[in-house]
């Protein structure tokens, strides 16, 4: 008896990765608080303790302050980053492959529309990229942080359905 294979691959859209790191830079943001706390304690106590004049004492606490103001704003980019990739990731159907072509995101085309199906390295934060480039030269983009697939999996079915035509191109990763 002879197997037969679906219809087409339905790849959902996975925000478990974005949340998790919106957690952790949260984590990250009150640690760098609770830092900035202890070294505004820890350099007044220093000064009363060694009873440094003024502007030895200020500017000990203006370095201890900035060194931690420091650590502090970059976790508070980081936390807005995660914040806005989470709020970017849709619901639903983000990738569907079939004998008719390819739909990512919305955007349906036809296997003859498609040039070139590949990853590149994303943008700070958002790891690799699904890349559709069709033969007009528009390309339509999808982090890999956002599917609920592996790399492979698309590769396999991007190859099944159309005929080993295309495939998912991994060499601008440079890996």
Known sequence: MMGHMSEELTVGFN????????????????????????????????????????????QLLLIGLAYSAIWLAASLV???????????????????????????????????????VSTTRGRFGSGPRLDVRTVQGQVR???FMYLDTMPGTIDAAVRAYSRGTKWLDTSRLGN
């Open 78 to 116: 980081g936390l807005a980053n995660s914040r806005r990739l989470l709020k970017s990731i849709g619901q639903g159907t983000a990738v569907r492959v079939g004998p008719w072509g390819i739909d990512l995101a919305g955007a349906v085309l036809a296997w003859p529309d498609v040039a070139l």
């Open 15 to 58: 925000p478990m990765p974005a949340a998790e790191r919106v957690a952790y830079y949260s984590g990250l943001v009150r640690s760098r608080l609770i830092w900035l706390v202890v070294a505004v304690g820890l350099c007044a106590a220093i000064w009363v303790w060694q009873r440094l004049d003024l502007a030895r004492g200020m």
């Open 141 to 143: 983009r999808l982090p």
